[in-house]
């Protein structure tokens, strides 16, 4: 099969283009051939919250990734759509996470109905949303013929704006297996300058309102928690303001007990801030599902997650970690649970086993049989 994928890849930087460039390999190792198609401009600079979108590793050798979409031009649109029309391929999957890209994702297929338009749909609706996300993700659901979605929440977003019933299926986000090998906590913690002494609570990924690291902060405070050698490890962007985070981690008294690294965390840093954590932290507000819990699992991290979107159903509660009301109490319960009765074995033996349902192989079957 000849198969397109169109949106985020190298040399864009983040979660989407990391997945993208992943399930290309797959359909590969599968005998299909795959070219890529990303954004010359992706975000314009106006739009964008981070220092830059673009990541500073090499290309990737093994893949074709064409960069030629204009997110904002739509006189482009019209030659991309052309350019992908003439390579005649089977399927082509618009990975959609945002509707931002909507209009431009609409366009280009509205010029591809001779060729399966599958949409891998990440987010239907945003965690923060706008007016935007009530005009412009309707028509681009018009424009496909199915939809895989990679957790049930975000497939029922997707049934509420599909008003003809087409074809649905979903999987679940597969483990994240590139970031490296397992490999010792000493020897990641003396690659990060972190002191060895103390066990490290990961807070990981873009920091942003919903996320809930104000509710990790906030858990942390608990009394019961001190004493037991215990640090907050924050290893992200802030893509919102940093100074109420650092403000709340003084007034709490948390000075010595926070770690803050705000820096995007390249793909060859990231084996150390997972091998250097004891136990993987998401006190996320609000979630479809998260790309942080499968890069865990690789890495056979115990996780402690919100009970939001889809991310109780990829963290069994008591059986690889937690899933938790959105609250400080019900955080920091948790917390001095997973510590008081040292759960580490337990989950991370579960974790082991739990981990083989979140194969590349599954969800690039469910897209074909699709």
């Known amino acids: 099969m000849k198969i397109a994928i169109v949106g985020s890849a190298y040399p864009y930087r983040g979660g989407i283009a990391a997945f993208s460039e992943r399930l290309a390999r797959q359909f590969q190792a599968e005998g299909h051939q795959v070219d890529l198609y990303t954004f010359t401009l992706q975000y314009p600079k106006a739009l964008f919250p981070g220092k830059t979108q673009f990541s500073e590793g090499p290309a990737p050798a093994d893949l074709n990734i064409n960069r030629c979409i204009n997110s904002i031009n739509p006189f482009n649109w019209r030659d991309v759509a052309r350019h992908i029309s003439r390579e005649r391929y089977d399927m082509v999957m618009f990975a959609y996470w945002m509707s931002f890209f909507a209009p431009c994702y609409t366009a280009i297929a509205r010029r591809l109905r001779e060729v399966k338009r599958i949409a891998l749909v990440h987010n239907m609706m945003p965690h923060e949303k706008s007016l935007l996300d009530k005009l412009f993700p309707p028509p681009f659901v018009k424009e496909m013929d199915g939809f895989v979605a990679l957790s049930k929440s975000v ?28 490999e010792s906590r000493e020897v990641a ?51 919102d303001a940093k100074e109420p985070y650092l403000e709340q981690i003084k007034r709490l008294g948390l000075e010595d007990h926070v770690v803050v690294c705000d820096k995007f965390i390249p793909d060859e840093q990231v084996k150390d801030y997972f091998n250097a954590a004891e136990i993987v932290v998401q006190p996320y507000k609000s979630a479809t599902q998260s790309g942080v819990t499968q890069i865990a699992y690789h890495f056979e991290k115990p996780m402690l997650v919100t009970n939001v979107g889809g991310l109780e159903e990829i963290v069994p509660n008591g059986k690889v970690g937690y899933a938790v009301n959105p609250d400080a109490r019900s955080i920091a319960d948790a917390l001095v649970d997973y510590f008081e009765y040292d759960r580490k074995e337990e989950f991370v033996g579960n974790l082991k086993v739990e981990k083989e349902k979140y194969s590349w192989e599954k969800l690039s079957n469910v897209i074909l049989n699709l």
């Open 155 to 182: 497939l029922d977003d997707v049934a509420q704006l599909d008003k003809k019933g087409k074809p649905k299926a979903w999987s679940p986000h597969p483990v994240y297996d590139h970031y490296g090998p397992i």
């Open 189 to 239: 913690l003396e690659r990060l300058g972190l002191d060895s002494q103390f066990r490290y609570l990961l807070f990981f990924g873009l920091v942003r309102a919903y996320k809930g690291l104000d509710l990790l902060l906030d858990a942390f405070a608990d009394e019961r928690l001190r004493g037991r050698g215990v640090r907050v490890l924050v290893a992200g962007e802030f893509y």
